[in-house]
């Protein structure tokens, strides 16, 4: 059951705030603020206490913190094409990651920010696209009026495939020795904060960190003398650097008078790959490229101050499929059938208007990998699995230690009839041989699944 406290009531649906940079009615702001490969216990509102991050923590402090909050796939660009969506990125065929260079989030698709920009804001892209590398694949040409980062993955200095609109559309090389991606995304961010401050914005912030390559300054790996593992104290200084990041971004939308009428979301893009990169998915089972909850169970935060009440803890199951129509739904955009989005909006059950669930069911799906929690239950066929479907009950076992399917077979069958309903809709999977689903990285990671970071 949600632990909701109840404070401020919403708007209604699609009402206008007053903006008082401009002196006239305006829709919220909206910010994401997505974050690379964390592990779903590595910020200090999920309880970890060995690396400040008070800046990431205000965002929850705020507003509301979602214990079960998930990604429709545990790995990085699958979950980037349903947020930019808002529908299963299955179906329409965006299974797996687009590390060719002909492939991309599908033309056919309606972004995100295509349909803030059809409403009037302004629209930016910062940070860590990997939704295509050839240009009608670029935020460009997907609703961005700006953008400000790399098409794909990249190293934190001297970063590859990098764009900046403003000079160009076309990849150029970064010269500069001290270019570090987590502060100039937060430095261009801040800039188009200011560039924006007199009319709606919506600011995509996909930051690269803590994807792997482990790289930080020496001023952020000064911060923790008593992490003696390399590793471990490269991942620290890297996320109190992005921390910070975090900070300068807040810090402006309060500088610029548009805190309470700005909307922010805060989350992952999947869990962390605790071998290769030490992030630590606490509890759950699992990690990165792989469908048990350490793989698509993410830190989630949201605020909106003055009309989400702060201090929230929301316990029921949301999804970032959600973030599209919740946004919409703020910004008084209607939705059409046809749009076919499966997220839901929010906003009545985070401010207590509906005390119902958003979701009663969930799904998932990566090649041999998939599952779906029905309420409580969840059925799983996860990688180093027994390779049968596999049942918990996450209520009583959230790390899914205790399999059910032989005791509970009726709801075994209930589950997998639902998922196979559901994947009748989607695209069929393809074989992911382009991706590096299997290569050595996960295979390490797997035989290293309880693996816990250096203290």
Sequence with gaps: MARLFLGLAFVASGALLMNPAI???????????????????EIGFQGNKQIPTPHMDSIAANGVRCTNGYVSGPYCSP??????????????????????????????????????????????AIGKWHLGEL??????????????G???????????????????????????????????????????LEESKNKPFFLYLPFNAQHAPLQALPKYMSRFPNIADPKRKTFAAMMSALDDAVGRVLEKIR?????????????????GPTASTTSNNGPLRGFKATTWEGGVRVPTAIQWKGHIAAGQTYDHPIIQLDYLPTVMAAAGIPVQPQDKI???????YLTGKDPGKPHETLYWRFGDQWAIRHGDFKLVVGRGGSGEPELYNLRNDLSE???????????????????????????????????????GAVKKARRRQNSKPSP
């Design 342 to 348: 499966e997220g839901v909006n929010l906003l009545p």
């Design 255 to 271: 500088a610029i008078g548009q805190e309470e009428n700005t909307l922010i979301f805060f989350t992952a893009d999947n869990g």
């Design 79 to 124: 979950t980037r094409a349903g947020l930019m969506t808002g529908r299963y990125q299955t179906r329409f065929g965006h299974e797996f990651n687009t590390i060719t260079k002909g492939s991309g989030l599908s033309p056919k698709e309606i972004t995100f920010a295509d349909r803030m920009k059809a409403a009037g804001y302004t629209t930016a």
């Design 150 to 192: 790399t098409l794909a993955n990249t190293p934190f200095f001297h970063p590859t495939k990098f764009v900046d609109s403003r000079i160009s559309p076309d990849v150029r090389p970064i010269e500069d020795n001290g270019f570090y991606t987590t502060e100039k995304y937060a430095e261009r961010a801040v800039e188009f």
């Design 401 to 439: 230690s205790k399999n059910l399917a032989s005791t509970d077979k009726e709801k075994v069958a209930e589950l997998k009839n639902l998922w196979n309903k559901w994947d009748a809709d989607n695209i069929p999977s393809a074989s992911p041989k382009d991706d590096r689903v299997g290569t």
């Design 23 to 41: 002196g006239r009615s305006a829709p919220p702001n909206v910010v994401v603020i997505l974050i690379d490969d964390v592990g779903w216990g």
């Design 135 to 148: 240009p009608p694949f670029h935020p460009l040409q997907r609703g961005f009026d700006n953008f400000y």
